[in-house]
């Protein structure tokens, strides 16, 4: 079954840098874009960054020159390099599968981690 397990979060201070990674099992990682989306307490659910299968990526506008998306596909995993944290990146980072088509029914969603930038 296809499992989505981010890592990496934690707390640093305006300025620093964190690597989040997301692994994900089974074949199905290597057909899928990726993306990484984050929410703030009170705040909707917005896409951070987005690399496609074949690598091509795009970033939020509050983000593009700081934070790097990148992909393993002989890991299944796909990471997210952010450079020159602000205090406003303080949120749940989610990592999100995207498979074509419709097909696939297993999950698409990680369970989050948490990412807090201190002034």
């Known amino acids: 079954q296809v499992q989505l397990v981010e890592s990496g979060g934690g707390l640093v201070q305006a300025g620093g840098s964190l690597r989040l990674s997301c692994a994900t099992s089974?074949?199905?990682?290597?057909?899928?874009?990726m993306a990484w989306h984050r929410q703030a307490p009170g705040k909707e659910r917005e896409l951070v960054a987005y690399?496609?299968?074949?690598?091509?990526?795009d970033y939020g506008d509050s983000v593009k020159g700081r934070f790097t998306i990148s992909r393993d596909n002989a890991k299944n995993t796909v990471y997210l390099q952010m450079n020159s944290l602000k205090p406003e990146d303080t949120a749940v980072y989610y990592c999100?599968?995207?498979?074509?088509?419709?097909?696939?029914?297993?999950?698409?969603w990680g369970q989050g981690t948490q990412v807090t930038v201190s002034s």
């Open positions: 089974g074949s199905i990682f290597r057909i899928s874009a």
């Open positions: 999100n599968l995207i498979p074509p088509g419709t097909a696939f029914a297993g999950p698409r």
């Open positions: 690399i496609a299968s074949g690598g091509s990526t």
